[in-house]
């Protein structure tokens, strides 16, 4: 595993087998995750996208897309059961098999989840689906349905904690469907504006601790929604890149203050950096032979630290910081949507396609 004078090797073909692993089949052990498969399923397909790994017969890749689909909710024009529509996460979660009959089983029991659509959409976007078969309608619905009075969002119907993580998802669906008529912008923008911490860094809300996930998805946000340099000012910006920069320790890049390095912030702090124009200002190689010391040399993977089980959460996340820093010859990725930059292009030729700019929805220009 270790090259001359110490380096780590990236172990490209092993990841690839790791990652094929993933998308056919999980130990027992990760049986917990049954209910959000399709992010187990993201992780898989866009770390294979990003390995140009991704080498699927047609059959294969309509089997995949066939089943993301099945895990829509297709409501009736009932405003509540629209309210509930969206994706699942899994089959599991399923309430009817039947789906002529699945209208009638709607139900806050049986209801999209906001991290689960904003998945299953870029995952279609990675297959090369045209999503043409994604009620948009019902998608939008859901989301206006998850907005709190405070700009925040819920993740689910039937109640939720409710944060930045699930308003980065809520601007992300929208970004993906070019119609952002489902969030109240000027309420989004002011809670990331509201979240800001006295250290000049972002929490999950306000009054909590700033983290590098929720710097993330606030930055990442504003991007989408066309605000990022209107909504922070030159000095909250540079204030914002000072915190992320100092998350730099062991070589890795930590959460927050006093935490260890963990590979999985290679990326959310490492986007954030990147989208605030601030990345040049990490030791890159440092940070890039942290996250290959991770690798696990049989099995393919990495993992949160090294010497520790590799997992396909930090391995996606570890080879996509990897692509932000240009290197081991992964494909760009996009540092809002999260997904490589051949299924960002493939997106913007579908709303070249759709006529993006349509009446029906509020988009702000693009932000790409």
């Not at 710097?215 to 929604?225: F, Q, R, S």
Request: a negative charge.
């Amino acid at each position: 595993m270790a090259g001359v004078a110490g380096e780590y090797k990236f172990l490209r073909s092993r990841h690839v087998k790791y990652l094929q692993r993933c998308l056919q089949v999980l130990p027992y052990s990760t049986v917990t995750f049954d209910t959000s498969r399709v992010t187990v399923l993201y992780f898989a397909l866009s770390g294979l996208d990003l390995l140009e790994g991704l080498e699927l017969e047609e059959d294969e890749r309509r089997q995949i897309i066939n089943w993301i689909y099945s895990l829509q909710i297709l409501p009736t024009e009932d405003k509540d059961q629209l309210a509930c529509a969206g994706f699942r996460g899994g089959t599991s979660l399923d309430s009817c098999r039947d789906v002529d009959g699945c209208a009638d089983d709607v139900s806050l029991f049986d209801c999209g989840h906001i991290t689960m659509t904003y998945t299953a959409l870029a995952s279609l976007l990675i297959l090369g689906d045209d999503l043409s078969l994604v009620d948009r309608k019902a998608v939008l619905a859901h989301v206006a349905a998850l907005q709190c009075p405070d700009g925040s969002f819920f993740s689910t119907r039937g109640g939720s904690e409710n944060d930045m993580r699930f308003m980065y998802c809520a601007a992300a669906i929208c970004y993906i469907l070019q119609d952002f008529s489902a969030i109240n912008i000027n309420s989004a923008v002011q809670y990331v504006l509201n979240s800001m911490s006295y250290e000049g860094a972002i929490g999950q809300g306000q009054y909590l601790e700033a983290h590098g996930g929720s710097n993330y998805c606030a930055v990442a946000t504003l991007h989408l929604l066309g605000h990022l340099h209107t909504a922070l000012s030159n000095s909250q910006r540079q204030r914002l890149v000072r915190w992320l920069v100092w998350r730099q320790t062991e070589g890795g890049l930590q959460g927050r203050p006093n935490k260890p390095p963990d590979t999985c912030y290679t990326f959310w702090v490492g986007a954030a950096l990147k989208l605030l124009g601030g990345l040049e200002m990490v030791d890159v190689e440092a940070l890039r032979q942290f996250v290959l010391s991770t690798q696990d040399p049989i099995t393919g993977g990495l993992a949160k630290y090294p010497c520790s089980r590799p997992d396909g959460l930090h391995t996606y996340l570890g080879m996509a910081g990897l692509a932000l820093l240009t290197r081991d010859s992964l494909r760009p990725i996009d540092p809002a949507l999260n997904i490589s930059q051949r299924a960002l292009h493939h997106l913007h030729s579908l709303h070249r396609l759709h006529d993006a700019s349509s009446t029906n929805g509020t988009a702000p220009p693009q932000a790409h």
